[in-house]
Structures are given as C-alpha cells and as structure tokens.
C-alpha cells in the first residue's frame, strides 16, 4: 500500500512557483502493477523521486507499508567515484542482503566485463541503467519503481530485462513510467494518469490510455 497525504511539490520556474504535484491525497491499491501516464514535463519522475524518499515534497507525505526501490533509469543512483561492484555492495549493505550473491547477480546481469569494476562515471548512460537496473532487480522489494528501463540495451538485453522484471512482479507490485503503450500492457494492469498536479486512477489500463491519447490530442 502507497498512500498520498496531501503531497504537494512545486519548482522556481522563470521567478514563479510551478506546481508539478497539487495536494495529491489518494491510496494506491495494494498488488496493482500500475502504469504511470503523463505528457512530458507533467512531474511523473518527480513523483517517482518522491515515492522512493530522494525527494522532498514541499508539504505532505507519502506512506507505504512495504519497502520501495529507488527510481530505476534515473540518473544519480550511484556514486560516480566508486565502482559498480562497490556501489553494488553498499546497497547490499543498506538493505541487509547478501553481498557477493548480489555482486554475483548484477555482474552477470549487466554483462559490462570489466567495466563493473573500474569508475561509475567512466560509464556511458547504457551501462549505468544495466548497473542499476540489475541491482534493483537483485534486491526483493515490495514495489519497484521503473522509468523508461526496459528501453536500454540491444535486443537480447531487452528480452532479460523484461523477463527478470516480469518475474520480480509476481511477488510485488510495480509502478512503470514508459512512452510505450505496448510495454505498459505487457506489464501493467492498472494506471495512473498525472496531470495538472493531480492523478487520476484507473483500474482499466486501456481505459487510461484512451484517455491521455485524447488529452493529448486536444492540446
């Protein structure tokens, strides 16, 4: 369960106060793999960022019962000084698992050769996402939080991605950011629909993406 108690979040755009989250108060249900729609520039990585805690709302707060992962393909997961494999081994140590299980796991699942111990800053952008995607994944959580990742990578590395992921969902729900409808549907079976600061919840997800399309359209 993620519940919204007057969330509110807002930016210093061009000397005047943006509001990207408007007094949210809703609970999201519990086991839902919810989708989360909006045009760009709506706040849906904001609201993510929030969700995982490495984001501070102006006021209100969010509550779960359950553990969250951190915004899985956004950048600034990692320390830049350390390597993958160190930064691997902090968050073992942060979660309480294992720590070479999980080294094993992300070192295999990125698949970046020696890349996993030299420098994350040294890393291109695809590598980061393999590196963070697969520590996510390594770490059980109640909810995982995905933007975007499933899209990094060749073929081949698409394909595990979103089979690891798909297994991770049958013992936890998710909430996904993706521009793909497709990839929504494969995942999803509900949605959230941010827009004007405020969300709307829809248990149908094809319902949902009718309705932003035609938002969308009458812009």
């Known amino acids: 369960m993620i519940r919204f108690e007057h969330l509110t979040k807002s930016y ?3 000397g005047q106060r943006k509001i990207v989250i408007d007094d ?7 086991g839902k793999s919810l989708a989360l729609i909006g045009r760009n520039g709506a706040g849906k990585s904001t609201l993510m960022r929030i969700i995982a805690g490495t984001l501070a709302p102006d006021s209100g707060r969010v509550v779960s019962d359950g553990s969250i992962s951190w915004p899985v393909g956004l950048g600034g997961t990692f320390h830049g000084d350390m390597t993958g494999a160190q930064n691997v081994r902090f968050v073992a140590r942060v979660y309480g698992v294992d720590a070479e ?18 420098p994350v ?3 291109s952008s695809g590598m ?6 697969g520590t996510s994944m390594g770490v059980p959580f109640d909810t995982y939080l995905v933007d975007e990742v499933t899209a990094v ?10 089979a690891v992921f798909r297994n991770r969902l049958k013992n936890a729900s998710g909430i996904m950011v993706s521009h793909n409808s497709r990839e929504l549907r494969d995942f999803c079976d509900a949605a959230i629909v941010l827009e004007n600061g405020r969300l709307r919840y829809f248990d149908n ?7 932003h399309e035609k938002r969308m359209a009458e812009l």
Request: zero cysteines; glycine letters at 4%.
């Open 12 to 14: 210093r755009v061009q």
């Open 24 to 30: 949210l108060d809703l609970t999201l249900p519990t």
């Open 101 to 118: 299980e999980l080294v094993a796991f992300v070192e295999d699942f990125a698949d970046i050769g020696p890349h996993f111990h030299m």
């Open 121 to 123: 800053r040294t890393y």
């Open 128 to 133: 980061r996402s393999r590196v963070t995607f």
């Open 153 to 162: 990578g060749d073929a081949s590395f698409k394909r595990k991605s979103k």
């Open 205 to 211: 997800l094809p319902e949902a993406i009718r309705y």
